[in-house]
T-cell receptor, first 112, second 111 residues
Framework: DTGVSQDPRHKITKRGQNVTFRCDPISEHNRLYWYRQTLGQGPEFLTYFQNEAQLEKSRLLSDRFSAERPKGSFSTLEIQRTEQGDSAMYLC??????????FGPGTRLTVL | AQSVTQPDIHITVSEGASLELRCNYSYGATPYLFWYVQSPGQGLQLLLKYFSGDTLVQGIKGFEAEFKRSQSSFNLRKPSVHWSDAAEYFCAGKNNNDMRFGAGTRLTVKP
């Protein structure tokens, strides 16, 4: 257990539905990252926050994706109008300054 | 473009044998380098990291890695593999806030 938690661990949804995932980072970590990992690949960067500010977004993050970190603590990642191509593991990681990232267990999304 | 490459998709070793997993990076400047391990359905656990200094880095679970600037490599090694080491291993490089992962190497351990 790294201290980073994610909820839910698994989500099965039908195409076109909206889903929301939550990440609770290590409390003193001011940076929070979201990644997507598909089968047989390494994690790909989606976006990151420093405190409550979203500082960078990957071009992988289409306009159907939105992420928030309203109070600089937990973060949510919402996917609207899900597509089968969104099926993946969504990983959250947190870190303090320039130290290593601590990863949560991930949320596995299956879009039917 | 910045990238991390793991040339081996899948490696099989016998329990007790030595292990070396390869990692090459392509960055303008030397990035921070990491090795992570991922068990099925789980998140990533940090094995070790290199920021600067001694090029031979010791990590958890008996793993070590050697940074070689001339070869742009950061290979992971373990002298004697245990069955519990079977997992997916990811090498990663970080430059500023840009973290790139290799595609991973799946390790199978034979009894």
């Amino acid at each position: 257990d790294t201290g980073v938690s994610q909820d839910p661990r698994h989500k099965i949804t039908k195409r076109g539905q909206n889903v929301t995932f939550r990440c609770d980072p290590i409390s003193e970590h001011n940076r929070l990252y979201w990644y997507r990992q598909t089968l047989g690949q390494g994690p790909e960067f989606l976006t990151y926050f420093q405190n409550e500010a979203q500082l960078e977004k990957s071009r992988l993050l289409s306009d159907r994706f939105s992420a928030e970190r309203p109070k600089g603590s937990f973060s949510t990642l919402e996917i609207q109008r899900t597509e089968q191509g969104d099926s993946a593991m969504y990983l959250c990681a947190s870190l303090q300054a320039y130290n290593e990232q601590f990863f949560g267990p991930g949320t596995r999304l299956t879009v039917l | 473009a910045q990238s991390v490459t793991q040339p081996d998709i899948h490696i099989t070793v016998s329990e007790g044998a030595s292990l070396e997993l390869r990692c090459n990076y392509s960055y303008g400047a030397t990035p921070y380098l990491f090795w992570y391990v991922q068990s099925p359905g789980q998140g990533l656990q940090l094995l070790l990291k290199y920021f600067s200094g001694d090029t031979l880095v010791q990590g958890i679970k008996g793993f070590e890695a050697e940074f070689k600037r001339s070869q742009s490599s950061f290979n992971l090694r373990k002298p004697s593999v245990h069955w519990s080491d079977a997992a997916e291993y990811f090498c990663a490089g970080k430059n500023n806030n840009d973290m790139r992962f290799g595609a991973g190497t799946r390790l199978t351990v034979k009894p």
